[in-house]
């Protein structure tokens, strides 16, 4: 089996020398030191995939990367930029003309190898298969029919995608209406862009907290950089196959917009457009009940507080009345023992004073009850909230 092809482009030997021993093991490598290079390379190395330097003398990384793209011959074949320039302009700058990573010098060799993998996995070309060519006039006719056949077919076809995909927004917005969280709403906007052939992240933004992911899984680290500095550029900023959707919450990046597709294209910004609408709506009623369920935390806690503290005075009074009545009790005793009094009588006067420390314990275990109640207060409170919810 034939090795992949690598075309790796960098001004600097030394940078070369290593590309080349990292790589010559498992791929056919090519070594080119010019943009220049590069593009005439292509013509008859026929690349799978190429590692580019960014500033070198003449035609730039940047600029080699958009030539590659404009050419319908090569804008297939993924480009990985290896460069030093690491600020978040630059990478947007490169994601901007077509690439597909973008890896920081000094690199790490495992990590380039398996970026160098995971793209070749996922980019391999289907052979075209050569054009059919009638070999005479019955079958130049049959071929005008056949193209007429399959332009009205193409009209259906069009026409039943178009309300497909209509339905495919009216669904989310059903589904939508459902979500209690950011993530589940995520998910929600996933299914449906994925549901149309398109590969998307999301970025939704509520106060000091950020949230990012992407249809695929785990969102890098440049889609996450291309989405913070984009997210002031309009509703609607498109650069080559992206484009992203930009709301005041929320943020929408689209990654393979049908760009060879002009009818296509249009569909998919109104039909993108209604969804990201929705998205951003729902985005707002999730930021309200988030703020109604922790100002409704905070209100319940603060009343727990209070209950606490009421609870506590009223124990600390009545441990108090009972030290009083202890203390009253006592001398009452003594007294009736320095009166010369009757059995009948001393009798009477303990029976009062047993009167009376009954009635202290009712009111001392009064707090006990209070307790209680402050609890069922606060559940019933509780239940009031979920119901307003």
């Not at 593009?39 to 070198?56: H, Y």
């Not at 939704?204 to 913070?228: H, T």
């Not at 990654?255 to 707002?284: C, F, H, Q, S, T």
């Not at 009623?285 to 988030?290: A, G, M, P, Y």
Request: net charge negative; glycine share 4%.
């Amino acid at each position: 089996m034939s090795k992949f092809k690598i075309l790796s482009v960098d001004d600097e030997p030394t940078n070369q020398l290593v590309i080349d021993e990292i790589l010559e093991d498992d791929y056919e490598v090519k070594l080119v030191y010019t943009g220049e290079e590069c593009l005439e390379t292509v013509k008859t190395f026929s690349p799978n995939l190429i590692l580019l330097d960014i500033n070198m003398p003449g035609i730039d990384g940047y600029d080699t990367c958009l030539k590659l793209k404009e050419n319908s011959e090569t804008r297939n074949i993924p480009v990985i930029f290896l460069s030093a320039l690491t600020s978040t302009e630059e990478k947007l700058k490169g994601y901007e003309v077509g690439a597909d990573d973008y890896i920081p010098k000094p690199f790490d060799h495992e990590d380039l190898l398996n970026k160098i993998k995971n793209i070749l996995s996922d980019n391999l070309s289907a052979p075209v298969a050569a054009p059919m060519k009638g070999k005479d006039k019955e079958d130049k006719e049959n071929e005008e029919l056949l193209k007429e056949l399959q332009s009205s077919r193409s009209v259906a076809m069009e026409a039943m995608r178009y309300t497909s995909d209509l339905g495919a927004v009216v669904k989310f917005y059903e589904d939508s209406a459902r979500c209690k969280t950011f993530d589940e709403l995520m998910q929600a906007v996933f299914v449906t862009i994925t549901g149309l052939s398109l590969n998307c992240s999301m970025q939704i933004r509520d106060g000091s907290e950020v949230f990012n992911k992407s249809s695929g899984g785990d969102i890098s680290p440049m889609e996450v950089s291309v989405l913070d500095v984009s997210k002031d550029k309009g509703r609607f900023f498109d650069f080559n196959a992206r484009t992203i959707m930009n709301y005041k919450h929320s943020s929408i990046l689209i990654k393979n917009m049908p760009i060879d597709d002009d009818k296509r294209y249009g569909v998919m910004k109104d039909i993108l457009g209604a969804l990201g609408n929705g998205a951003e709506e729902r985005v707002r009623t999730i930021i309200l009940e988030r703020a109604v369920v922790s100002n409704r935390e905070q209100v319940i806690a603060l009343i727990r507080e209070t209950f606490k503290s009421i609870n506590y005075q009223h124990v600390l009074r009545s441990r108090e009345g009972l030290e009083l009545m202890e203390s009253m009790i006592k001398d009452v005793h003594k007294t009736i023992e320095s009166m010369d009094l009757l059995s009948y009588q001393e009798e009477q006067l303990e029976s009062i004073i047993e009167s009376f420390r009954q009635r202290n314990d009712i009111h001392a275990n009064a707090g006990v009850d209070l307790t209680d109640a402050s609890e069922a207060a606060l559940a019933s409170l509780n239940s009031i909230f979920e119901v307003l919810e």
